[in-house]
């Protein structure tokens, strides 16, 4: 008799091949009509939906497909629709793509990261005198569509109230209880008409419970499922928490649910701690997340199972799911696809579909006793073993200088206000310097040159002319702009992160490991399987020939330790800061490579830093150290004159501006252009005093801002900032600009400069 399950918390949605993207670009542009795309979106849907079912998943997801993005399909699903997408006649998936990506009339809805991954979700706008109203219930449909066409009994997926108001803007905290009171009876009309049609269980996702710690809010959120619970009468209801421990265990397990998903991968464990220590309550269903859903290695099935043995000493058999941690949205889709990966790491990774199957494999063991599974636990033991004690693990030189930088602490040599003077006298840059962050323009011309020395339809000697040739276009343009430090443009570079990872061992990059970035866009993250180290020299080429073919300084360009770590997978046999201090190291000798060349001035950058913070406040201190000492590490071992610069993407820094001080580069570049006011008063509490550039213009859209408005904005933040420390940047690189708009933007950029710096 089967009384353990086997559960999925949701399926990636792109495809193999990524059909569904290519299906959904085919749509916007036209070339695909609504009923054909809605035919191939739903061919999609049931062959997942088979697939699962032929994995032999016990408890299969049905609408944690998305036509874009989960969140965007609840806040519509409850009528959330803001204003200026209303009173249009549109189709309804007219308009819901038009929250997501925007129309010649309104501007997109904003869009920022799911939790600490790097999916990105569509904010909810919601006001405090919203009044939702239940528009479609998406779920109904397919539910009755998996039940009708495949005889499947799903398990229907929604993101749970209090998820969806605390990752929606627009409302004060205040409201929040107001809102949640107005959502409930609509939540309550789904589940009962799910209950109606013969759903067994459902999934609610309320990730968002994590960082819950205030007394009432527990109080509201018991309370409102406590009027959930008691409008149903058969269908059981599966709360689900993910990416962390959930904090109050006790309390979490003692609402009124039927079952709980708890993630037993992340936070070294915690929920299994609390389950031994406190016990699970007799009346309930745990799913436990023992499958990593975050990353591509094949599970140890021996702990695992062993973990799985010790939650059954205190929870019945049939009280357990087994299931990933997290929906496997954030992981590739097979390995199957993959034919030209060393068979060595092949043979370690596990993807979305593998990841089923070990589900499966655990369900199975516990069901009908491990000895009936023994060959699957030793297969990943065996593939494990050799990637561990492959040489690429086992790098000595990496080893002796992890060991030798042990005990030392990377540091300037001499702190900040005695190297601006060094700087300043070696530089010798007028007051308000105007630069960019990095890339220029990435013409079709550009990418199709990438693509033929990939190809190997051009010489690398052919391919380095054209580089060449595109630098020394653009350093002779950005001189006549009248840029004061100039850069070499980034145009050998596809992608930030697989630019270095295919310069440096340890990485490795696949053919087809697509995973979903937001909408359509996927990213496909290299994977830092071995010892991180450089044997050559990755970017001294370009940014010396740049150089020499001006005057003026050229800032050298590289990704940080950080930002390399939180968009790759990354290994899990050692620590992961053991990883970016591999990385680090790498780096380092890059710096050291460049300076030795006479590049004095180079730029580090860290778009992701945030991204990786844990969501518990209380874990937020080891990290920022750790990413504070890998970029010291990098950057530390630079001379006094050698002035380091550091960009991010982003405008919240609050709790993250102590480090960000810490890292003691001497210039910084933020993306302000869209928040403005906040961003400065962060940089105003904290007294920062270092070099800093707050982008004065925009470069998400192709908009001209004319020279009035970036002096605006110069002048907004020097009421602030001293004029000796700022600098004036766009927001951030220019690669996905056109050629015109950016000359024209960059010159009344240097032109605001002028002016303003007249002024002062
Ligand atoms: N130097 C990079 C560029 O200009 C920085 C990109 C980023 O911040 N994401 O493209
Ligand atoms: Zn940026």
Same mark, same amino acid.
């Given at each position: 008799?089967?009384?353990?399950?086997?559960?999925?918390?949701? !399926?990636?949605?792109?495809?193999?091949?990524?059909?569904?993207?290519?299906?959904?670009?085919?749509?916007?542009?036209?070339?695909?009509?609504?009923?054909? &795309?809605?035919?191939?979106?739903?061919?999609?849907? $049931?062959?997942?939906?088979?697939?699962?079912?032929?994995?032999?998943?016990? =408890?299969?997801?049905?609408?944690?497909?998305?036509?874009?993005?989960?969140?965007?399909?609840?806040?519509?699903?409850?009528? &959330?629709?803001?204003?200026?997408?209303?009173?249009?006649?549109?189709?309804?998936?007219?308009?819901?793509?038009?929250?997501?990506?925007?129309?010649?009339?309104?501007?997109?809805?904003?869009?920022?990261?799911?939790?600490?991954?790097?999916?990105?979700?569509?904010?909810?706008?919601?006001?405090?005198?919203?009044?939702?109203?239940?528009?479609?219930?998406?779920?109904?449909? !397919?539910?009755?569509?998996?039940?009708?066409?495949?005889? +499947?009994?799903?398990?229907?997926?929604?993101?749970?109230?209090?998820?969806?108001?605390?990752?929606?803007?627009?409302?004060?905290?205040?409201?929040?209880?107001? $809102?949640?009171?107005?959502?409930?009876?609509?939540?309550?009309?789904?589940?009962?008409?799910?209950?109606?049609?013969?759903?067994?269980?459902?999934?609610?996702?309320?990730?968002?419970?994590?960082?819950?710690?205030?007394?009432?809010?527990?109080?509201?959120?018991?309370?409102?499922?406590?009027?959930?619970?008691?409008?149903?009468?058969?269908?059981?209801?599966?709360?689900?928490?993910?990416?962390?421990?959930?904090?109050?265990?006790?309390?979490?397990?003692?609402?009124?649910?039927?079952? *709980?998903?708890?993630?037993?991968?992340?936070?070294?464990?915690?929920?299994?701690?609390?389950?031994?220590?406190?016990?699970?309550?007799?009346?309930?269903?745990?799913?436990?997340?023992?499958?990593?859903?975050?990353?591509?290695?094949?599970?140890?099935?021996?702990?695992?199972?062993?973990?799985?043995?010790? +939650?059954?000493?205190?929870?019945?058999?049939?009280?357990?799911?087994?299931?990933?941690?997290?929906?496997?949205?954030?992981?590739?889709?097979?390995?199957? @696809?993959?034919?030209?990966?060393?068979?060595?790491?092949?043979?370690?990774?596990?993807?979305?579909?593998?990841?089923?199957?070990?589900?499966?494999?655990?369900?199975?063991?516990?069901?009908?006793?491990?000895?009936?599974?023994?060959?699957?636990?030793?297969?990943?033991?065996?593939? =494990?073993?050799?990637?561990?004690?492959?040489?690429?693990?086992?790098?000595?030189?990496?080893?002796?200088?992890?060991?030798?930088?042990?005990?030392?602490?990377?540091?300037?040599?001499?702190? !900040?206000?005695?190297?601006?003077?060094?700087?300043?006298?070696?530089?010798?840059?007028?007051?308000?310097?105007?630069?960019?962050?990095?890339? =220029?323009?990435?013409?079709?011309?550009?990418?199709?040159?990438?693509?033929?020395?990939?190809?190997?339809?051009?010489?690398?000697?052919?391919?380095?002319?054209?580089?060449?040739?595109?630098?020394?276009?653009? *350093?002779?343009?950005?001189?006549?702009?009248? =840029?004061?430090?100039?850069?070499?443009?980034?145009?050998?570079?596809?992608?930030?992160?697989?630019?270095?990872?295919?310069?440096?061992?340890?990485?490795?990059?696949?053919?087809?490991?697509?995973?979903?970035?937001?909408?359509?866009?996927?990213?496909?993250?290299?994977? *830092?399987?071995?010892?991180?180290? $450089?044997?050559?020299?990755?970017?001294?080429?370009?940014?010396?020939?740049?150089?020499?073919?001006?005057?003026?300084?050229?800032?050298?360009?590289?990704?940080?330790?950080?930002?390399?770590?939180?968009?790759?997978?990354?290994?899990?046999?050692?620590?992961?800061?053991?990883?970016?201090?591999?990385?680090?190291?790498? $780096?380092?000798?890059? +710096?050291? &490579?460049?300076?030795?060349?006479?590049?004095?001035?180079?730029?580090?950058?860290?778009?992701?830093?945030?991204?990786?913070?844990?969501?518990?406040?209380?874990?937020?201190?080891?990290?920022?150290?750790?990413?504070?000492?890998?970029?010291?590490?990098?950057?530390?071992?630079?001379?006094?004159?050698?002035?380091?610069?550091?960009?991010?993407?982003?405008?919240?820094?609050?709790?993250?501006?102590?480090?960000?001080?810490?890292?003691?580069?001497?210039?910084?570049?933020?993306?302000?252009?869209?928040?403005?006011?906040? +961003?400065?008063?962060? &940089?105003?509490?904290?007294?920062?005093?270092?070099?800093?550039?707050?982008?004065?213009?925009?470069?998400?859209?192709?908009?001209?801002?004319?020279?009035?408005?970036?002096?605006?904005?110069?002048?907004?933040?020097?009421?602030?900032?001293?004029?000796?420390?700022?600098?004036?940047?766009?927001?951030?690189?220019?690669?996905?600009?056109?050629?015109?708009? @950016?000359?024209?933007?960059?010159?009344?950029?240097?032109?605001?400069?002028?002016?303003?710096?007249?002024?002062?």
């Amino acid at each position: 008799m089967h009384m353990v399950k086997s559960s999925n918390i949701g !399926y990636p949605r792109i495809g193999e091949k990524r059909e569904w993207k290519k299906a959904l670009e085919k749509f916007w542009e036209g070339k695909l009509s609504e009923e054909d &795309f809605s035919i191939e979106m739903q061919r999609l849907r $049931l062959e997942y939906l088979n697939k699962q079912k032929d994995l032999g998943i016990d =408890l299969i997801p049905v609408g944690d497909f998305s036509l874009y993005d989960h969140v965007l399909d609840t806040a519509v699903m409850f009528g &959330f629709i803001p204003q200026r997408f209303q009173h249009q006649e549109k189709t309804s998936l007219q308009t819901y793509f038009d929250i997501a990506r925007g129309n010649d009339y309104a501007v997109a809805s904003e869009m920022t990261k799911w939790f600490n991954t790097n999916y990105h979700y569509i904010v909810p706008e919601i006001q405090a005198d919203s009044e939702p109203q239940l528009i479609e219930n998406r779920l109904l449909s !397919y539910f009755l569509e998996a039940k009708e066409k495949l005889g +499947i009994i799903g398990k229907p997926v929604l993101l749970g109230p209090v998820t969806l108001l605390k990752l929606s803007k627009g409302y004060d905290e205040d409201h929040f209880p107001v $809102l949640l009171k107005k959502l409930l009876p609509h939540y309550v009309q789904v589940l009962q008409e799910l209950e109606s049609a013969g759903a067994e269980w459902v999934q609610i996702d309320e990730p968002a419970l994590a960082a819950i710690r205030n007394k009432e809010e527990v109080k509201l959120v018991s309370q409102l499922y406590q009027t959930i619970h008691d409008e149903l009468s058969s269908m059981k209801i599966l709360l689900q928490t993910y990416f962390e421990s959930a904090d109050r265990y006790k309390e979490i397990v003692s609402l009124p649910f039927d079952g *709980i998903g708890l993630d037993f991968v992340h936070d070294h464990k915690e929920n299994l701690a609390a389950i031994k220590k406190y016990g699970f309550p007799k009346n309930k269903t745990l799913a436990a997340g023992v499958i990593n859903g975050r990353n591509i290695w094949k599970a140890n099935l021996d702990d695992t199972f062993t973990q799985l043995e010790t +939650i059954l000493t205190k929870v019945e058999p049939n009280q357990l799911i087994v299931q990933p941690s997290c929906s496997l949205l954030h992981v590739p889709v097979t390995i199957h @696809t993959e034919k030209e990966l060393d068979p060595l790491l092949k043979n370690a990774l596990s993807f979305a579909d593998q990841k089923l199957e070990e589900t499966k494999v655990l369900t199975d063991g516990l069901n009908h006793g491990r000895d009936q599974i023994e060959n699957k636990i030793g297969e990943h033991e065996r593939s =494990l073993t050799a990637l561990l004690s492959s040489a690429s693990r086992n790098n000595q030189d990496v080893q002796k200088e992890m060991q030798i930088w042990k005990s030392l602490v990377p540091k300037r040599e001499v702190p !900040y206000p005695t190297r601006e003077e060094i700087q300043q006298d070696f530089f010798n840059l007028p007051l308000l310097p105007a630069t960019t962050i990095g890339s =220029l323009p990435q013409t079709r011309e550009i990418r199709q040159g990438r693509l033929k020395w990939r190809r190997g339809e051009w010489q690398e000697e052919e391919y380095q002319e054209f580089i060449k040739s595109n630098v020394r276009e653009w *350093i002779q343009r950005q001189e006549d702009i009248g =840029l004061d430090v100039l850069v070499h443009g980034e145009f050998e570079r596809n992608d930030m992160v697989e630019f270095f990872g295919e310069k440096l061992e340890g990485f490795s990059f696949t053919k087809y490991a697509w995973v979903q970035s937001y909408g359509s866009r996927c990213v496909k993250p290299p994977i *830092i399987y071995g010892d991180v180290t $450089l044997t050559e020299p990755m970017t001294v080429k370009e940014i010396t020939y740049a150089q020499s073919q001006t005057e003026k300084p050229v800032k050298g360009m590289l990704t940080g330790p950080i930002t390399i770590l939180n968009w790759s997978f990354i290994r899990e046999d050692i620590n992961r800061f053991n990883v970016t201090k591999q990385i680090a190291l790498a $780096l380092q000798k890059e +710096i050291r &490579f460049l300076e030795e060349q006479g590049i004095h001035m180079i730029q580090v950058d860290e778009p992701a830093l945030r991204e990786g913070l844990p969501l518990k406040p209380e874990k937020q201190a080891e990290y920022l150290k750790e990413a504070v000492y890998a970029f010291k590490l990098a950057t530390s071992c630079v001379q006094p004159k050698t002035q380091i610069h550091t960009h991010m993407c982003y405008s919240e820094f609050g709790e993250i501006m102590e480090a960000i001080n810490q890292l003691d580069a001497d210039v910084i570049s933020i993306e302000a252009a869209r928040s403005h006011g906040e +961003i400065i008063t962060d &940089f105003e509490k904290s007294a920062y005093k270092k070099g800093i550039g707050l982008g004065v213009y925009d470069i998400h859209s192709p908009r001209i801002p004319d020279v009035e408005e970036i002096e605006k904005n110069i002048i907004r933040a020097l009421n602030v900032l001293s004029h000796r420390q700022f600098w004036v940047n766009p927001d951030c690189g220019l690669k996905t600009r056109g050629m015109n708009e @950016t000359t024209a933007a960059l010159r009344n950029m240097v032109e605001a400069a002028t002016y303003v710096r007249k002024k002062i």
